[in-house]
């Protein structure tokens, strides 16, 4: 179990910094993969007992993951806020310029934790797609207070606010979301070294794989 476990965190670090030194299109493609999860994810709205569960979606995970993967900041944040704006196209618009852009940055801030995740340990990943979903509560409820109004501009009433919107915070769905994306990642590494070491057996050699 040891064995595996080491491994599959050498695979996770070599997976999450792959794109790293490669091409402009294998970095081009990884973009594309990235919005294009984040965007059908959003559209797509699971149900639970005939009810859409809201805000479950892969948008923190992907965040986290542009985070990890690329090594430009402004690369990995134009991921998550490309796969907003291409989705608002269908979505409900947010009733102001200000609470958009609250939406926005709260959905691109995760990519700062991209190296944090990109350590290739599991709790980093748990961690960050937990606190990408708090911080996108708190700041978009607070946000709601104070411009959308609907609660009185007080204590309790800001308190009213973050009760209401308690059905739907899901760090459960962030979480899940991560877990799964990063899954795939770790297994597009390992397929990436297996297959670099069927095909360049002497490069691998002296490598010490």
Known sequence: MTMITAHGAKA?????????GRNGLVVAAAWIVLVAIAVVGRIWRPEWNGSPLWN??????????AGALFPSRAVAASVPLAALAIGNLVEPE??????????????????????LVNRGRWAAVVG????????????????????????????????ECFVAALPFYRPLGDVGWSVAL??????????????GRRWHPARASRQGR
């Open 12 to 20: 996770a670090t070599a997976a999450w910094c792959s794109l790293r």
């Open 128 to 159: 960050g797609a937990a606190a990408s979903s708090l911080v996108f509560f708190l700041t978009t409820n607070l946000a709601h207070w104070i411009l959308v109004g609907g609660y009185p501009r007080t204590a309790a009433g800001l308190g």
């Open 56 to 65: 479950v979606t892969p948008l923190a995970a992907v965040a986290l993951a």
């Open 94 to 115: 947010y009733g102001s310029l200000a609470m958009a852009l609250v939406v926005y940055a709260a959905s691109a801030w995760p990519v700062l934790l991209g190296g």
């Open 182 to 195: 990063f899954a795939g990642i770790v297994a597009v590494g390992i397929a990436d070294e297996t297959l």
